[in-house]
C-alpha cells in the first residue's frame, strides 16, 4: 500500500474512533454525518505528509489531522446553512440541515468544533507530543480557525469586507498553514515554523484559487483565462518553495496535482 493510501485509512480508522456512537444518538448522528461521509481529507493528509517528510510520527500527526478535519467539517455544516450558504446538498448528498433540522446541524456544528479541541488536549491519544507542544499546537489551529482566521475570512466574504485574497487566506489558507505548522511542531522542527507557515498558505492559496477555478458558475468564470494562468505560475512557484525546503516528496507532489485543475 502507498503512503498515501496507508495515511488515508488511518485517518478513516481515527475518525471512526474519535465519532464513536453517542447519546443523544441524534446529536452523535448529525455530528458524524459529513465527517464519516469521506471528503477528500487533503488536509489531514497535508499534515501527514509533512509531518512525514520531516521525519515526525505519522500517528500523532493523523490525530492532529483528525481534529482539523472535525473543525473544517463543522465549518461546512455551518456553511452550509440558510443563513450562510443555504446550500440544500453536500457532496452529492442532502445538507446536514435537510436531514437533521436547521437546530441539529447548528449544535451538532458546535460539538464537532469542541471535539476537536477535546482530542487535541487528551495526552493519551499521542505516542511523542510533549504537553507543551500540545498547547502550542492548539493555540496554532484556534487562531488560525476563529476570528482571526476562518470565521474571520468568513465574515469577510459574506459582507464583502476586503480583496479576495485576505479573503481566501482567512477563509481557507490559515487552516492548511495550521496543518503545515502542526507538523512541525510535532516533528519538532521549531526553526521551520515560519517557513511551514509561509507554504502553508501558500498551498492553502492555491487550493483555493482552483476550487474557484472549478466552480466555473461562479463570477470567477469570466476572469477563467486569467486565473488558468495565475494558478500554473502559483503552482511552480508553491513546487520550488516545498523543494527549497525539502518537502516535495512523492505524497505531498500528489495531493497539491490531486487539486490542481487539467483544463479540459
Ligand atoms: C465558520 C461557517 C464557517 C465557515 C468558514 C471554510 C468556510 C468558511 C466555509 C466552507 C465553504 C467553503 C467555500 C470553504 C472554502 C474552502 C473549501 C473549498 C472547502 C471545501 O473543502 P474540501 O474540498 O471539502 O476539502 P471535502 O468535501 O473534500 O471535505
Known amino acids: 500500500m502507498d503512503k498515501l493510501s496507508l495515511w488515508k485509512e488511518k485517518v478513516e480508522v481515527k475518525l471512526r474512533q474519535i465519532l464513536a456512537p453517542s447519546e443523544p444518538l441524534l446529536l452523535y448522528e448529525a455530528m458524524s454525518y459529513y465527517p464519516l461521509q469521506g471528503g477528500k481529507r487533503i488536509r489531514p493528509l497535508l499534515l501527514c505528509g509533512v509531518c512525514d517528510a520531516l521525519g515526525g510520527n505519522v500517528e500523532d500527526a493523523v490525530v492532529v489531522g483528525c481534529a482539523i478535519e472535525l473543525i473544517h467539517n463543522y465549518s461546512l455544516i455551518h456553511d452550509d446553512l440558510p443563513a450562510l450558504d443555504n446550500d440544500p446538498q453536500r457532496r452529492g448528498l442532502p445538507s446536514c440541515h435537510i436531514a437533521f433540522g436547521e437546530d441539529i446541524a447548528l449544535l451538532a456544528g458546535d460539538a464537532l468544533l469542541t471535539l476537536a479541541f477535546q482530542v487535541l488536549s487528551d495526552v493519551s491519544q499521542f505516542n511523542q507530543v510533549e504537553p507543551s507542544d500540545l498547547l502550542l499546537i492548539i493555540h496554532e489551529i484556534s487562531r488560525r480557525a476563529g476570528s482571526e482566521g476562518m470565521v474571520g475570512g468568513q465574515v469577510m466574504d459574506i ?4 480583496d479576495r485574497r485576505e479573503i481566501n487566506l482567512k477563509k481557507t489558507a490559515q ?5 503545515f505548522v502542526s507538523a512541525g511542531i510535532i516533528a519538532k522542527k521549531k526553526s521551520m515554523l515560519k517557513d511551514l507557515e509561509k507554504v502553508g498558505i501558500r498551498t492553502g492559496l492555491l487550493f483555493q484559487m482552483c476550487d474557484d477555478w472549478k466552480d ?5 468564470k469570466l476572469l477563467g483565462e486569467d486565473l488558468a494562468k495565475v494558478i500554473k505560475e502559483e503552482e511552480t512557484e508553491l513546487k520550488e518553495e516545498l523543494r527549497r525546503l525539502s518537502l516535495l516528496t512523492p505524497p505531498i507532489e500528489t495531493l497539491i496535482n490531486s487539486f490542481i485543475p487539467t483544463y479540459n
Not at 159 to 162: D, H, L, N, V, Y
Not at 216 to 220: A, I, P, R, T, V
Open 159 to 162: 459582507r464583502g469586507i476586503g
Open 175 to 179: 487552516l492548511f498553514a495550521a496543518c
Open 216 to 220: 466555473k458558475d461562479g463570477y470567477f
